[in-house]
């Protein structure tokens, strides 16, 4: 089993800054595939940005590019956020898919076999 844990939410207000982190803990293997999805209450779950297992192949979703910035030291998974909007308000959830070295459509949620349970940010106008 494999567990993953983040935090790092909280409340800030618009234009402020967070970073959230996912600890992946238990039977990992060699190479595994993270990400970072959020959803908002009514919305569907969107991919937010993603790591391969080196850290080095990234991918951000259009709507927080140039404002989130993901990175990624092998078991630990991090999402630093700039520029916060109200909009931005969800819970963030860390998700990882075992085994994996690069995925076609990293930002797709069904690519992935474990999840957090999810830190909430709050952004307030």
């Known amino acids: 089993q494999v567990q993953l844990v983040e935090s790092g939410g909280g409340s800030v207000q618009a234009g402020g800054s967070l970073r959230l982190s996912c600890a992946a803990s238990g039977n990992l293997a060699n190479n595994y595939c993270m990400a970072w999805f959020r959803q908002a209450p009514g919305r569907e779950r969107e991919g937010v940005a993603a790591?391969?297992?080196?850290?080095?192949r990234t991918l951000t979703a259009d709507s927080v590019k140039g404002r989130f910035t993901v990175s990624r030291d092998v078991a630990e998974l991090y999402l630093t956020m700039n520029s916060l909007q109200p909009e931005d308000t969800a819970r963030y959830f860390c998700a990882a898919k075992l085994p994996c070295f690069q995925l076609a459509n990293p930002l797709r949620g069904p690519e992935y076999n474990y999840w957090g349970e999810g830190t909430q940010v709050t952004v307030s106008s």
């Open positions: 790591a391969d297992i080196t850290g080095r």
